[in-house]
């Protein structure tokens, strides 16, 4: 198994990633721990294993499975408070989404007010549970994108991780 492509990223929030791209050959996959990957300098058994637990889940079988492997360099702490903005700006669409609809569901049958206060309780649940699942992000967090896809079978498939070392 070997490194078919390398290139970099950079992102709208400035953040370069460093990308390799290989093929897992379906008699490869006892190897996936012995992975050499150049720009993974800290945390590289655990970004291994995610690697070989994405395979795993794939459940490719015959077919090759290829794979995307993009490690961030550290974040500077603007970066990671642009990110943390975005992570904001994500929970509060969410929960404003959630919190009209559910608004709209019970306003309906019990009236304007029942469905504001329904709505308000909602919007304010959804977005500390949206808030809780969505990382935060700190200066010097390296971020490690596994992207991976097999085709044939019963159709293309897809599944990534998103790990911060």
Do not use: W
């Not at 509060?92 to 609809?101: H, N, R, V, W, Y």
Request: net charge positive.
């Amino acid at each position: 198994m070997h490194v078919d492509k390398t290139y970099q990223v950079i992102t709208s929030h400035g953040v370069v990633f460093d990308v390799n791209e290989f093929v897992i050959a379906p008699e490869q996959c006892c190897h996936l721990r012995t992975l050499s990957l150049p720009f993974v300098r800290t945390g590289h058994y655990q970004v291994v294993e995610k690697v070989a637990e994405l395979y795993d889940r794939m459940l490719p079988g015959k077919l090759p499975c290829h794979m995307r492997v993009a490690v961030s360099r550290p974040l500077s702490r603007l970066q990671g408070d642009r990110l943390n903005e975005q992570r904001h700006d994500i929970s509060d669409l969410f929960s404003t989404a959630i919190g009209q609809a559910v608004s709209t569901l019970v306003g309906g049958p019990m009236g304007l007010t029942a469905g504001l206060i329904a709505g308000g309780v909602t919007k304010t649940a959804t977005n500390q549970l949206a808030r809780s699942r969505l990382p935060t992000f700190h200066a010097s967090d390296v971020l490690v994108f596994l992207f991976a896809r097999v085709n044939g079978g019963i159709g293309p498939q897809t599944s990534s991780v998103l790990l911060i070392l």
